[in-house]
C-alpha cells in the first residue's frame, strides 16, 4: 500500500543552521506531495506542496523538489530561525485524488531550533 | 471567515463512558475527515465524509462513528470510550491540493 517515510526526530539546530528533513514515499502511480507544519498546540498547516514529478514547491523559505526516481520530496531551508520549531509532517495524496483526496502522512519530524 | 473549528479542546473521560466530537467548516467543502494523532505515528484517518451524506471508513475506524450532518458539519462519536482512544483528534475539510485543519481535541481516556 501507500506510504510515507521519515527521517526521525527530534532534530536540534542552531539558528541559521542549514536544514534538510528526508522523506521518501511509496505509491502506486503519481500522488501528490506535501509538506505540512504543526507549530505546538496548534493544527496542521499546509507548508508547501507539488504535484507532479519535477515540481519545485516553496514557502516561507523552504524548498522540497518532487523526486520520481528516487521516490523522495525531501524538506530544505537555508537558514532557519527560532521561529521555525514545529513538527513537520510529510504527506502524499493516493494518485489520482489529489483534488481533495485522503492523505498518508509520515510519523513527523519534530524540529528544535535554539539562538 | 473561522475555516474549520472543534468542540471541545480538551475532554477527560472514564472507561466506558461516551462523547462526541464536534467539527464545523464555513469554507463550502465537500470533503471532510476526522484523525488521530499519536506519538510517533503521524497522523491515522479515522473516518471521512467525500460529500454530505456519504462517510467511509479510514485506516482505524474500530470504536468510532461519524455523521455527516450537512455539508458544514461532521461529527465523531464513541461509544464506550477505552484508554486505547487517548489521543489528539484533529477534524480536516479539503480544498483542491489542500486540507485544512481544526485546531484539535485532547482526549485522555481514565
Known amino acids: 500500500g501507500n506510504s510515507v517515510t521519515q527521517m526521525e526526530g527530534p532534530v536540534t539546530l542552531s539558528e541559521e543552521a542549514f536544514l534538510t528533513i528526508n522523506c521518501t514515499y511509496t505509491?502506486?502511480?503519481?500522488?501528490?506531495l506535501f509538506w505540512y507544519v504543526q507549530y505546538p498546540g496548534e493544527g496542521l498547516q499546509l507548508l508547501l506542496k507539488?504535484?507532479?514529478?519535477?515540481d519545485k514547491g516553496s514557502n516561507k523559505g523552504f524548498e522540497a523538489t518532487y523526486r520520481k526516481e528516487t521516490t523522495s520530496f525531501h524538506l530544505e531551508k537555508g537558514s532557519v530561525q527560532v521561529s521555525d520549531s514545529a513538527v513537520y509532517f510529510c504527506a502524499l495524496s493516493e494518485p489520482g485524488r489529489g483534488q481533495g483526496g485522503k492523505l498518508i502522512f509520515g510519523q513527523g519530524t519534530e524540529l528544535s531550533v535554539k539562538p | 471567515n473561522a475555516g474549520v473549528t472543534q468542540t471541545p479542546k480538551f475532554q477527560v473521560l472514564k472507561t466506558g463512558q461516551s462523547m462526541t466530537l464536534q467539527c464545523a467548516q464555513d469554507m463550502n467543502h465537500n470533503s471532510m475527515y476526522w484523525y488521530r494523532q499519536d506519538p510517533g505515528m503521524g497522523l491515522r484517518l479515522i473516518y471521512y465524509s467525500a460529500s454530505e451524506g456519504t462517510t467511509d471508513k479510514g485506516e482505524v475506524p474500530n470504536g468510532y462513528n461519524v455523521s455527516r450532518l450537512n455539508k458544514r458539519e461532521f461529527s465523531l462519536r464513541l461509544e464506550s470510550a477505552a484508554p486505547s482512544q487517548t489521543s489528539v483528534y484533529f477534524c480536516?475539510?479539503?480544498?483542491?491540493?489542500?486540507?485544512?485543519f481544526g485546531p484539535g481535541t485532547r482526549l485522555t481516556v481514565l
Open positions: 480536516a475539510s479539503s480544498a483542491p491540493y489542500t486540507q485544512y
Open positions: 505509491a502506486t502511480g503519481y500522488p501528490s
Open positions: 507539488a504535484t507532479k514529478a519535477d
